[in-house]
């Protein structure tokens, strides 16, 4: 029998800067859209006019990133694959082809990559965060693992002067599917972000399922905002310290944000690559700390799935912080994410 024990994505985040913030802030506007609960807070630019054409690109963006809606692009591209290229927006292009470069730069055992965009076979096996969650047959786990690797994605080649706007993709082989989860609350918080900067906001707090995107700074003096980082091991919205950070994002995955139960073991969502399992290391949760949220959401799956060592290098690769949790209530932290980082939870300690 299973035991559904949830905790959403590090929502004590929001909570934490909104109090920290200054100016009395006016009303948050929170949608369920993406697949999860997104909440942006304006303070004293939230005019009904300026959360409409916040949310209306989120529901856009779901129409064409959802790996779970049929309707979807993603799922037209999904439907075709090994019979012929799915025509593409802008948008799923670009989103695809960030996953394919974190794909190409997260190398994990067996010639797997930590952090691949066609999982999508074994997310739907596992079921985990669906009312299908199950622990899979081994040779079902075979079966799937097959159909996943990012190579046998077909983008289009513009070296001869093909018009981009004509951009095509194709599975190579039946069965595979795209699964962009990883990746899309990051590329859509940074839309978000282009989208205040246009209309000159000033500051906003976007919450997209625990993709944390602090834009501007808390007070027109350059004040930073204060994001609460979930403790792994306790309840939502208990923290272990808190980042002082500005104009940046903050994104985690962690074995406690979707998981269940099946005979006193947890299976975690971030699946292994090459086993098929849920990644089993001495991590806890990573957070990464990146001015794209788009990479800080790639980079948090890659990172914890790659490991401490491996982990770290890739996010100082891409201009990135990071923060890691162990299981044995030790920290280690990038040196930029030490410079913004102050422990609250003393049963939890800073090694270098």
């Known amino acids: 029998m299973f035991t559904r024990l949830r905790v ?20 948050a506007r929170t949608e369920w859209v993406l697949g999860t609960l997104c909440r942006i807070d304006l303070f004293e630019y939230g005019t009904k006019e300026n959360y409409a054409m916040l949310f209306n690109r989120l529901f856009e963006l779901d129409r064409l990133l959802s790996a779970s809606r049929e309707d979807s692009e993603l799922a037209l591209v999904n439907r075709n694959a090994g019979v012929k290229p799915a025509p593409v927006s802008p948008e799923l292009m670009t989103a695809l082809s960030r996953a394919l470069y ?84 990051g590329y859509a918080a940074d839309e978000l972000a282009r989208l205040l900067y246009q209309k000159n906001i000033p500051r906003a707090l976007i919450d997209l399922g625990g993709n944390i995107y602090v834009y501007g700074t808390r007070t027109e003096a350059g004040a930073s905002w204060r994001v609460g980082v979930q403790n792994p091991l306790d309840s939502r919205g208990s923290y272990l310290g ?3 950070v500005r104009n940046t994002s903050v994104v985690t995955s962690g074995v406690y944000e979707r998981f269940f139960e099946a005979a006193g073991k947890r299976y975690h969502h971030i699946l292994d690559t090459a086993s098929g399992y849920p990644v089993e290391n001495d991590l806890l949760a990573v957070t990464i700390i990146a001015h794209s949220s788009i990479d800080a959401d790639a980079l948090s ?49 800073i090694v270098e």
Request: with cysteine; proline share 6%.
């Open 8 to 27: 959403a994505r590090a929502v004590i985040m929001i909570l934490l800067v909104a109090a920290a913030c200054g100016t009395p802030p006016g009303e």
């Open 242 to 244: 808190v980042l002082s």
């Open 102 to 185: 974190f794909a190409g730069a997260s190398p994990g055992p067996e010639g797997k990559a930590a952090f691949d965009p066609t999982v999508g076979p074994l997310v739907k096996l596992w079921g985990i965060g669906s009312s299908d969650e199950r622990v899979p047959a081994p040779e079902e786990i075979a079966s799937a693992l097959s159909l996943v690797n990012w190579r046998d994605v077909i983008l289009p080649d513009h070296s001869d002067g093909e018009n981009a706007s004509a951009e095509r993709v194709l599975l190579r082989r039946t069965g595979m599917a795209l699964d962009l989860g990883g990746i899309a609350k």
């Open 301 to 349: 799956t890659a990172a914890f799935a790659l490991g401490f060592e491996k982990g770290r290098e890739l996010v100082l690769r891409n201009n990135a912080e990071a923060l890691f949790v162990f299981k044995d209530k030790t920290i280690r932290l990038t040196a930029g994410a030490r410079a913004w980082f102050e422990l609250s939870d003393e049963s939890f300690r």
